[in-house]
């Protein structure tokens, strides 16, 4: 599994879901999908792939503020 974050601070990609629940990161199944991602949108200069390892959690939950584990995962849809 693969994330998107920040290259200036490391914040992930992520969505807010209703009734005041944490952001949920959103994932891709594979590198190129996450990149595939980034090309489309055109910000491939301000954000990178990351695979979703110990120490990336761990990057993430310090920019969202929070436990690693208590961070919460979305897949991105796939056709």
Do not use: C, H
Not at 20 to 43: E, H, Q, R, Y
């Amino acid at each position: 599994m693969f994330a998107i974050v920040s290259k200036a601070d490391g914040f992930p990609v992520s969505r807010q879901v209703g009734g005041g629940t944490p952001d949920m990161i959103v994932t891709w199944t594979s590198d190129a999908k996450a990149k595939s991602f980034l090309a489309g949108k055109g910000i491939e200069t301000d954000y990178q792939v990351v695979p979703l390892t110990e120490d990336s959690l761990n990057k993430m939950a310090k920019a969202l503020g929070r436990a690693a584990d208590a961070i919460a995962f979305d897949a991105y849809p796939e056709k």
